[in-house]
């Protein structure tokens, strides 16, 4: 009777997963049957390098600069923006996105709306790749909200302002710099993130606790090594108001992750070890909830599964991000409501933003009611193929 109501639980949870495809309103339902296909998708690129107002540094390396590839795909007047974050961990460079980017033919594709069947031909074209392919899922999200004439939070059913306040990031570094800033963003965020997992966590804590006495979440990156030491840490973390606690341990040291979350006072979130829908359930009992990022998954497809499986599983569910444009931050943002944390702070933390879309509105990073994901570029993208 276990064996059998555990094969209904698991059998229940990925069938909730499974729906991809959400409930529209019935006038755009309406408006979608009533478009015939028109011509032909064009897929294009463009490299942009985006600049970061400070010094970004984690456990294991530090960064001025982060790479990223614009997408564009145009249909019938319509054009849908996506983009390709790469921060140096994911392995993807601006080169081989756009090598990717050019295996991909549209052409047999008659109707953009068809997300589940396209989306399965480019996840298949090659391994990996997966914010090069999170650049045309997010593109194409784009360009079939703006067929439907809504946005895609309206699509699914959220509310925008039902969202949890973002975290503000502040990477690892020096007493009077953690300091600076902290004050900086006084009185915009409700909660910060704090980049720990080095020799100098407890004296990083106390820097900012010296400014300000925020709640913080703490993101060692894989950082620390002795669950015993780990715990003692986290117990030491409660005390300073920490509220949650991202990938503690390397990602594939399952068993030690999975005692100390027993064992913490606070919730332990999946980041590096997880990468797709498939590695949702594996994080079950190991975890207290999981961090999505279109990044690491190929896009909103994949997340709204991810996160319909992770909630069917009991766990947490927190949306993230690397340093992004407010394109990707956007389209992250449209399906953050009534998710537990929120981390969308990467558009804020760059000085060369080339889109305008979700909006930081007291602490919260609130979508745009623009269809699709709710962008416009701000400059002239020379795009190309």
């Known amino acids: 009777m276990k064996t059998n109501r555990r094969n209904f639980i698991k059998t229940s949870a990925i069938a909730a997963a499974s729906l991809a495809i959400p409930s529209t309103t019935i006038k755009g339902i309406e408006k979608l049957n009533q478009t015939k296909p028109f011509g032909k998708m064009k897929l294009s690129w463009i490299p942009y390098d985006l600049q970061l107002k400070h010094v970004f540094t984690i456990s294991g390396f530090s960064r001025k600069t982060t790479p990223v590839v614009l997408t564009k795909i145009e249909y019938d007047g319509l054009v849908g923006y996506g983009e390709a974050s790469l921060p140096p961990y994911l392995g993807e460079t601006q080169a081989s996105v756009i090598e990717f980017l050019k295996k991909i033919d549209l052409s047999p594709f008659s109707d953009p709306s068809h997300l589940e069947e396209i989306l399965y031909y480019v996840d298949h074209i090659a391994e990996n790749n997966t914010a090069a392919k999170a650049s045309v899922d997010i593109a194409l999200h784009d360009l079939m909200g703006k067929m439907i004439g809504a946005p895609w939070h309206k699509i699914w059913g959220l509310d925008k302002y039902a969202v949890p306040d973002t975290t503000f990031t502040i990477g690892i570094d020096t007493d009077e710099a953690v300091r600076e800033k902290t004050r900086e963003v006084l009185g915009d965020f409700n909660i910060l993130k704090i980049k720990v997992g080095g020799e100098h966590d ?33 117990h030491w973390l409660k005390e300073k108001n920490i509220v949650m606690v991202e990938q503690p341990m390397p990602k594939y040291d399952f068993d030690n992750i999975a005692w100390l979350t027993e064992r913490s006072p606070l919730p332990i979130f999946a980041d590096e070890s997880l990468q797709r829908l498939r590695d949702v359930e594996k994080m079950k009992g190991v975890f207290s909830g999981i961090n999505i990022k279109l990044m690491k998954c190929t896009g909103m497809r994949e997340a709204w599964k991810m996160r319909n499986l992770a909630e069917a599983l009991g766990m947490k569910v927190m949306i993230g991000c690397m340093t992004e444009t407010s394109c990707a931050i ?6 953050s409501a009534g998710l537990d944390f929120a981390d969308l702070d990467g558009a804020l933390l760059i000085a060369n933003d080339c889109f305008t ?14 269809p699709g994901i709710g962008v416009e570029p701000t400059q002239k993208l020379s795009f190309g193929t």
Do not use: F, Y
């Open 202 to 234: 407890k004296r990083m804590i106390e820097a900012i606790r010296s400014v300000t006495d925020l709640p913080m979440a703490v993101d060692v990156n894989q950082g620390w090594t002795d669950k015993h030491e780990a715990l003692d840490m986290i």
């Open 330 to 335: 956007s389209a992250a943002s449209q399906l």
């Open 357 to 370: 879309g979700a909006k930081l509105e007291k602490g919260k990073i609130i979508a745009s009611d623009l």
